[in-house]
Nanobody
Framework: QVQLVESGGGLVQPGGSLRLSCAAS????????MGWYRQAPGKERELVAT???????NYVDSVKDRFTISRDNDKNTVYLQMDSLKPEDTAVYYC?????????WGRGTLVTVSS
């Protein structure tokens, strides 16, 4: 079973950047599509971006042209580069397969965008 550990969150000013990492304890090669999700305070968890084994990506409209998802199958790691951050990006960010696998949810990493 794969365990996922997210890292890289923190406090950043509006317009700033962060790079999130998702390290898998096992191989992610068997997972065709990986995704980054987020859950803002008082809101439901939402899908932010996906990447398949071939490198094809998709983004929710609110992060297009600002976020970039990537994966390194050799390192069993998925990344989320976040630029031009906005206060509404504040959330706990999680990675998981897409569609998600219930037992794969980790603790997430908190991103706070505030001046």
């Amino acid at each position: 079973q794969v365990q996922l550990v997210e890292s890289g969150g923190g406090l950043v000013q509006p317009g700033g950047s962060l790079r999130l990492s998702c390290a898998a304890s096992g191989s992610i090669l068997s997972i065709n599509t990986m995704g980054w999700y987020r859950q803002a305070p008082g809101k439901e968890r939402e899908l932010v971006a996906t990447i398949n084994r071939g490198g094809n990506t998709n983004y929710v409209d609110s992060v297009k042209d600002r976020f970039t998802i990537s994966r390194d199958n050799d390192k069993n790691t998925v990344y989320l580069q976040m630029d031009s951050l906005k206060p509404e990006d504040t959330a706990v960010y999680y990675c998981n397969a897409f569609p998600y696998i219930l037992n794969y949810w980790g603790r997430g990493t908190l991103v706070t965008v505030s001046s």
